[in-house]
């Protein structure tokens, strides 16, 4: 049986990993699975950068608008899927792409999920009346003061997320971080990690035109049509929860856009601090030939 592989791609928004991903999957004839968890769903198209159907078309994709932002969602559910795709895919080929910027989502693939201990279902009925009485600031307080190190490192804009870090935390008496395996499960495949980075700079000019095309694109109409379905966690994000409160009244418009790309370069800087905590990542400037990774891959599995 031959050595399985998943070339992993990561970095921050924005920076080109979609493209890069195409390129290495069609050099080894294979196909992509996306560990991006806003990109799950179909209604959320513009907002989340998704593939192109011209990208689409260019390799299979698994795990693109796959799900509907009614659909009841995690990452548990998400690294059942996903292994099995993978299994199904590895039986033709041997290598997968996996490119995504969401660190739980890559790390329950190529680590599995962490076990956290059961707590008082209460707990997280009172974290959740707080979030609807008061929004999400004083939760996301709570959690840099209970566990800095998990405020650091995960989506602190996904109200979901910093529930479930503050109700382990109270309920455990314990941070939320301190859980997080710190060695892999034994899986089938080796990954080989390729990160794109660049300068701070660059990374967040590409943020601020990308937010830019959005707009043009169409993201506020997109926004709009789900005006009603706001209240939903998968559009608790950033590109859709600014553009609500300009729908909503609260913001003007022009604030709204400039307060999602201040998100985005929030996010793209967390992504970063997560991803540089981790081991085994051969970095490259985003801009370096598609060739040298490849070489850097080949080398990887001889």
Not at 99 to 124: E, K, N, Q, T
């Amino acid at each position: 049986m031959n050595q399985k592989y998943i070339i992993n791609i990561i970095g921050p928004t924005a920076i080109g990993k979609t493209t890069l991903s195409i390129a290495i999957a069609q050099h080894f004839k294979t196909e992509i699975l996306s560990a991006d968890s806003r990109q799950f769903y179909k209604e959320m198209q513009i907002g989340t950068a998704a593939p192109t159907k011209d990208e689409l078309k260019a390799v299979p994709h698994h795990f693109i608008h796959h799900k509907s932002v009614l659909d009841d969602y995690n990452v548990g559910a998400f690294e059942k899927e996903a292994l099995y795709t993978l299994g199904k895919l590895f039986e033709s080929h041997d290598v997968v792409v996996m490119v995504g910027g969401s660190g739980l989502y890559i790390d329950a693939i190529i680590r599995g999920l962490d076990d956290f201990p059961a707590v008082d279902p209460s707990i997280r009925s009172t974290l959740n009346e707080t979030f609807e009485k008061y929004g999400l600031e004083p939760l996301q307080i709570k959690l840099k003061a209970l566990d800095p190190q998990a405020f650091e490192t995960m989506a602190i804009d996904n109200p979901h997320r910093v529930i479930r870090a503050l109700e382990v935390c109270i309920g455990s008496g314990k941070a939320y971080s301190s859980f997080l395996k710190k060695s892999k499960i034994k899986r089938d495949f080796k990954t080989i990690t390729i990160g794109l980075t660049a300068e701070r700079a660059i990374i967040y000019e590409r943020i601020n035109t990308r937010v830019d095309k959005m707009m043009e694109e169409g993201l506020l109409e997109e926004v709009k049509s789900l005006q009603h379905l706001q209240h939903l966690n998968a559009l608790n994000t950033v590109g859709y929860s600014e553009l609500f409160k300009f729908l909503n009244g609260e913001w003007p418009l022009d604030f709204a856009v400039s307060e999602i790309k201040k998100n985005s370069r929030r996010y793209a800087k967390r992504q970063m601090t997560w991803f540089r905590k981790k081991e085994d990542i051969t970095w490259f400037d985003y801009q370096a030939p598609v060739q040298k990774m490849l070489e850097s891959i080949d080398n990887a599995m001889s």
